[in-house]
Each structure stands twice: as structure tokens, then as C-alpha cells.
């Protein structure tokens, strides 16, 4: 018993040790990472957030940051199948609040969820059907060839 | 001041009718502007009345209005290009009568598609408009091979340039989803109709068909109309005038 738990003490100091070791390590990478943009081998997440949108997520960060693919999950459900649009929780918040400036957009280099989901190794794959610009920048980007039938051209070059 | 047992009886029955009365309209009124928090019920039944006397040959606005509106973009192959509605040209063989429809998903109270679809990403809300879970759906077309109206598209190309409001991508099959984006926000309309009213043919009507007081209902009560490929009791939310 004695020899356990003395293991077990050893093993725990380890653990703690360790911890610290590794949080003070992360911190400094942090700073590192903030200043420069990059760090030694992996580049830092890019943390924008449109600033006339207030500096307040619909929930804490450390909720967001652990549980944010739930709310979005569970709201893409109540959105398809029952019509409800509250924005709390809907992608379309998401992107309107963390689309790049200068992008407009969270994918990128430096978009926000892009180079997160980098960082952690996680595939992202809303963005694959989910519009990642910012509704406005949406709007300003021209359709590159939508879709006319035929007929369509001579029918417009009726009117006047 | 004294009531006698008349007046009293009087004035409760009053009350008892204002009360019946006032949720009653207090329901309708909720009914016209439902909150993005409710969920849709089945008070409604979204659909369409497309007078094809009034669909003018040639003119696709109908067709380019769907496409700027849900984002739908060319690649420049129409054999695999996603369509949503389409352009259907009748002709009657013994007097040459020629005469013109969009087509577009019928939007049936028994949707074919939804019966077939092995992960239940082909649905129905409860307001009788008929979508695809794209982020269920597998991409197995059934729901294609089933729907007698061949009006579902599968995505065979990367999509790019969608709109925040209708998702699009590779891999799915999608179709005409009435506008739902705007039926949520309360539009009460459709890019398809609204374009048609633009080119001043009034061709096609949305509405609520539940509602007896909306004009989609009321020109269905009043005037003839079909479904298309009635014998297959589909119950089309689409219902069509002068074929």
C-alpha cells in the first residue's frame, strides 16, 4: 500500500510539474504567437472580431471555445426542420461577427475559424455549402454566372 | 346599482364571447407574423397557383429570379447544372396549341421523395414545404428516381459563391424550397413570383392555402385549377391553371 501510494504522490507531482511546466510554455507561445502572428512551427489562431458588433460572444469564450459545434448543432436542427431563425446560436452570427476585415471572410490565413480549426488539427467542413463571407460582403461579390435558360438573353433583349 | 338576472346572464355572456373571441384573433394575427423563435405548425400550407394562360413564351424571369436568389450557379454544363425550376413548353399535337410552365418541386402533401429517402434528410415541414437536410442527406438519389416531377438536382461540382441563406454544396440533392428563407422572415412571397409580377404577367401566386381568406385560396375556391399528375394523389401544395 505504502509503496502505491507513494507511486501514486511521485506520479501526481509528475503530472503537476509537468502542467505548470506546460501552461508556462503555452503562455510564453502566446505571447510569442500574439506578437508575431506565428510561432516556432505551428501559426497561432487569428482571434478577429467585428468591433461594432460589441466584444461579447452570445457566450463565455471558454464555453465557445469547448462547446461551440453543440450550439450550432443543435440550432441547425431547430432551423431545418422547424423554421426557427433565432440568431443567437445560427452560423450566419457566427460569421457576421468573426468575418475578417479585410476578407470579410472566417476562412483564410487569418480567418477566424479557419485558422483555429488549423491550429487544432480539426477538419472544418460548414463552409463547404455554408456561405463563409459576411452577408454584406456576400452581396457585394457579383454572382460569377448564374444560371440563365435558354431564351433568356433574347427575352431580355426585349426590354427596353 | 341593481342587475337583474337577465342583464346579469347579458353580460356574461358577452364576456365569455370576447373572451373566445380575442384569442381567436389574436391566434390569426400570430398566425401572419410568426417570430423566429416559434416553430412552424401546421396552421399553414405554403403553396403556389401558376396560371400558365398568363406564362409568356420565352420569358425565363422566373427561372433567373430562383437562381440570384438561392445562388444557383452555371457551370456551363446544363446536362448536370442544378435546376430548380424549369421551363416546360406544352404543345397539343392536333391543333398546335403551344403553351408554356415553370415546373418546379410540387411541394405534395404526400412527397415520393420523402417515402423513399433512407436517411430521412428528404422532409416535410410542418408547413407543407418539402426540403432536403443537406447535412443528412448522402447523396443516394432516390428522392430524384422518385419524384414524378423530375424536379431534384444532384450537386456533382464544388459549389462556390452560395448565399447565407441557402446552403449549397457538393454531394447533396436539392430542390425549389419555396423560398423558405423568405416564408420564415414573412415576405409572403417568392423570388419566382414576385419576378413574374415584375414582368407584369401574374402568372404565379403564393400563398397560404389553409388561410380561406388569402387570394390563393380564394381563386382556387372560385375558379378551376389542376394538379399535375393528380391520378398519383400527391396533393400538390402547386396547383396550376389553364392546361
Known amino acids: ?160 | 346599482m341593481s342587475i337583474n338576472r337577465r342583464q346579469f346572464l347579458g353580460l356574461g355572456g358577452a364576456a365569455v364571447a370576447a373572451t373566445a373571441l380575442v384569442p381567436g384573433l389574436r391566434l390569426i394575427e400570430l398566425a401572419q407574423a410568426r417570430s423566429p423563435e416559434e416553430a412552424v405548425t401546421s396552421l399553414h400550407r405554403w403553396g403556389l397557383l401558376i396560371d400558365s394562360s398568363k406564362c409568356a413564351d420565352g420569358c425565363t424571369s422566373c427561372v433567373s429570379a430562383c437562381a440570384d436568389e438561392n445562388g444557383i450557379q452555371s457551370h456551363g454544363r446544363p446536362a448536370t447544372d442544378a435546376q430548380w425550376i424549369r421551363k416546360v413548353t406544352l404543345k397539343d399535337k392536333q391543333t398546335g396549341h403551344v403553351q408554356t410552365l415553370p415546373l418546379m418541386c410540387q411541394h405534395c402533401a404526400e412527397p415520393p421523395c420523402v417515402d423513399v429517402c433512407p436517411t430521412g434528410a428528404s422532409f416535410k415541414r410542418a408547413d407543407g414545404i418539402v426540403l432536403v437536410d443537406k447535412h443528412i442527406c448522402i447523396g443516394c438519389r432516390y428522392c430524384m428516381m422518385a419524384c414524378p416531377y423530375k424536379a431534384r438536382s444532384f450537386i456533382h461540382e464544388v459549389t462556390t459563391g452560395q448565399k447565407a441563406h441557402a446552403p449549397r454544396g457538393k454531394g447533396t440533392v436539392e430542390s425549389c424550397t419555396l423560398c423558405v428563407h423568405k416564408v420564415d422572415r414573412g415576405d409572403g412571397s417568392t423570388a419566382c413570383a414576385d419576378a413574374c409580377k415584375k414582368e407584369g404577367h401574374q402568372a404565379i401566386l403564393f400563398g397560404d392555402l389553409k388561410d380561406p381568406s388569402s387570394e390563393i385560396s380564394k381563386r382556387l375556391a372560385s375558379q378551376p385549377s389542376t394538379q399535375l399528375r393528380a391520378d398519383l394523389k400527391l396533393n400538390t401544395g402547386v396547383r396550376y391553371q389553364g392546361i
Open chain 1, 1 to 160: 500500500m505504502r509503496t502505491v501510494n507513494l507511486h501514486r504522490t511521485l506520479t501526481g507531482f509528475m503530472l503537476a510539474a509537468g502542467l505548470i511546466l506546460a501552461s508556462s510554455s503555452s503562455l510564453a507561445h502566446e505571447k510569442e504567437g500574439h506578437a508575431t502572428g506565428v510561432s516556432g512551427r505551428v501559426p497561432m489562431p487569428v482571434h478577429s472580431v467585428n468591433a461594432d458588433k460589441g466584444d461579447k460572444c452570445v457566450r463565455p469564450e471558454e464555453v465557445m471555445r469547448r462547446d461551440h459545434m453543440k450550439f450550432i448543432l443543435h440550432q441547425r436542427d431547430k432551423t431545418m426542420h422547424e423554421g426557427i431563425r433565432t440568431t443567437q446560436y445560427s452560423l450566419k452570427n457566427c460569421v457576421d461577427c468573426h468575418a475578417d476585415a479585410k476578407t470579410g471572410s472566417v476562412l483564410g490565413k487569418d480567418g477566424f475559424c479557419e485558422s483555429c480549426h488549423a491550429y487544432a488539427a480539426v477538419k472544418l467542413d460548414c463552409f463547404e455549402c455554408h456561405s463563409a463571407s459576411r452577408e454584406a460582403a456576400t452581396a457585394a461579390i457579383p454572382a460569377a454566372s448564374p444560371v440563365r435558360a435558354k431564351g433568356s438573353e433574347s427575352a431580355k433583349g426585349k426590354k427596353p
